[in-house]
């Protein structure tokens, strides 16, 4: 195969099991905060203490600094948003509300510079545990994730839904940044942890996409979050699921694959940054102070439908305030 070596039927079985995991933990962990609590909080704290020095020691495939900080930032993001979601006062604080849009940007930046590390060491064999090959390709997709990371707009437009989830409601995160960001994030771990992506990259960003785009729409950043959270602490506690067990995938190692994944991953962000600043100067709108989508039909959608957005926010979308008050 090209980006894979064979897959088994027990493999390609397991690949929808992971899916269909993370999808379901998410689902349970914004449920509210009493559960957001318990899977990023509670079971944290015990597998910090007592099973990853074990499993994520040194010699392990996620035993690298990177691995450390990976988990440890993805749960401050489940926890920054949980915060978010329950405490009223955080709701109208518009410093507490960069903080989604940061976490997203430390997380892609902390893959970037992966990117440029693993380009840098001129590898051909095993590093950290991990079969790696260097190239023009990690250069590439780390100005992927860049122009990605520059890319995020909307921060300031972030609402909880008025409803019994309380979900994390981000509706300038429309579909065209989304597809870039899994583009190049999938480039990311097939660059870096190839031997992973079949589930860390695939598996893990279509996780969170299905639910963005039909079970709860506008709440991209807060699945991410969840299914990132979980998948990492999964990988952590028992790593030879992607490394030596017999679900284990092997990437290709293919110099023609690894070139082909980032570059699409850099058309696709070139792409939504020509998109960006064409929407931008033809509304002479600053992304630092409004919303760029927001005359789109992705943004409207979800603020139609999901209770709590601003006056201006629903003036944009087209609906009068009084009649979504009525409706709630």
Known sequence: MF???SITLAQGVMWFVVLGALIGLNELSRRGPWAGMFFFIAVPVVLTIFVWPHTA???SS???WFHWVKVYSALAGCLGFLAIRYIPRLQRNRWALMFPAGILALNILE?????FQVGAMNADGMVDGVYMLSGSWNWMNGVAGLINLLAITGWMGIYIARDKVQDMIYPDMIWPWIIAYDLWNFAYVYNCVGDHSFYAGAALLISCTIPAFFIRKGAWLQHRAHTLAFWMMWTMAVPAFVSDSSFAVESSHDPAALFTVSAISLAANLALAVYQIRKMRAGRKNPLKVEIYDDTPAY?????SIPGASEAQLAAAGVEPARVEAAV
């Open 111 to 115: 893959a970037c510079i992966r990117d």
């Open 300 to 304: 409207r959608r979800v603020v139609r």
């Open 3 to 5: 980006l894979f070596e």
């Open 57 to 59: 020691g040194e010699g």
């Open 62 to 64: 996620t035993g690298t």
